[in-house]
């Protein structure tokens, strides 16, 4: 049983070396991604020159939607081979 818990222990360290740049690249996007959405809530709701949106409401959410909304299909068959494109990003 020690052996394996060894041999998982090498393992794991070899992926924690293997993984710190991916994950330091991802802890920079998220970063990002907060300072964005902070930035974006505070001109929207707060700052002076900004349009002041009011309450948040279900027709007014904190933050505007990235992606388009649809309705679900019946069957996700109908759907195959298509695309979708929303504020530059696409799916299919």
């Not at 349009?51 to 409401?57: A, C």
């Not at 992606?67 to 504020?87: C, E, H, N, Q, Y």
């Amino acid at each position: 049983m020690d052996y394996v818990h060894r041999l998982r222990d090498a393992a794991k360290a070899v992926l924690n070396r293997v993984n710190v740049e991916p994950y330091a690249a991802y802890d920079k996007l998220v970063e990002r991604i907060v300072t964005n959405v902070r930035n974006r809530v505070n001109y929207e709701r707060l700052a002076d020159h900004g349009p002041k949106l009011g309450p948040i409401t279900a027709k007014c959410p904190l933050v505007a939607t990235y992606f388009t909304r649809l309705a679900v299909p019946d069957s996700a068959k109908a759907w195959r081979g298509r695309f979708l494109s929303a504020i530059g990003w696409r799916w299919c």
